[in-house]
């Protein structure tokens, strides 16, 4: 029972440094997303996607890239790190619209 | 104005009393609501849909608002365990978007 599973589950950049977050997804979900949460700010959407080959920008995209080459695995990667990107990332994936959605356990990244 | 808004708490209620959050949205267009609870350094994990005629799971209630633009979570008889955030989570966008409210935090205790 994976459900939605992140990796890495830590890490701490450099400032300039580029580095790639993978979600992978077992359920054959088509929806899947990807959230940052910091301290008074709640859960925002960076990117997301609505099927394979497909990404869209969500609330807070710039600084970020995204891509879904397989249906299971969404990829946020991070081109030069900045310390304004340290938070706590959240990938997410739900089967069609407007039903529940399915988090992975996060990934706390630091950038110093 | 935020899309979605909570009262931020923290509420902190003896065990065995009542507690109830609301949480309003701006878009009227709005389709799906749901409650998450999120524990300390967890991922948020669905606890209840939220529906036009209300809902009761349990010790949980949701209501739905939509001339108001709310939604409401009753949690009757806390618990110790019930001691989360919960997250007010608002569809939009042609059921693409899920829009998040900050978190209410429940504090629990005895």
């Known amino acids: 029972n994976a459900g939605v599973t992140q990796t890495p589950k830590f890490r701490v950049l450099k400032t300039g440094q580029s580095m790639t977050l993978l979600c992978a997804q077992d359920m054959n979900h088509e929806y899947m997303y990807w959230y940052r949460q910091d301290p008074g700010m709640g859960l925002r959407l960076i990117h997301y996607s609505v099927g394979e080959g497909t990404t869209a920008k969500g609330e807070v995209p710039d600084g970020y890239n995204v891509s879904r080459l397989k249906k299971q695995n969404f990829l946020l990667g991070l081109e030069s790190a900045a310390p304004s990107q340290t938070s706590v990332y959240f990938c997410?994936?739900?089967?069609?619209?407007?039903?529940?959605?399915?988090f992975g356990q996060g990934t706390r990244l630091t950038v110093v | 104005r935020k899309e979605v808004e909570q009262d931020p708490g923290p509420f902190n209620v003896p065990e065995g009393a009542t507690v109830a959050f609301n949480c309003t949205y701006s878009n009227s267009a709005s389709q799906s609501f749901f409650w998450y609870r999120q524990d300390c350094r967890k991922e948020p994990k669905l606890l209840m849909s939220?529906?036009?005629s209300g809902n009761e799971d349990g010790r949980f209630t949701a209501q739905l608002n939509r001339a108001s633009q709310y939604i409401s979570l009753l949690i009757r008889d806390s618990k110790l365990s019930d001691s989360a955030t919960y997250l007010c989570?608002?569809?939009?966008?042609?059921?693409?978007?899920?829009?998040f409210g900050t978190g209410t935090q429940l504090k629990v205790e005895l």
């Open positions: 989570v608002v569809i939009t966008g042609g059921g693409n978007k899920l829009t």
């Open positions: 997410a994936s739900s089967m069609i619209p407007n039903t529940e959605a399915f």
């Open positions: 939220v529906y036009s």
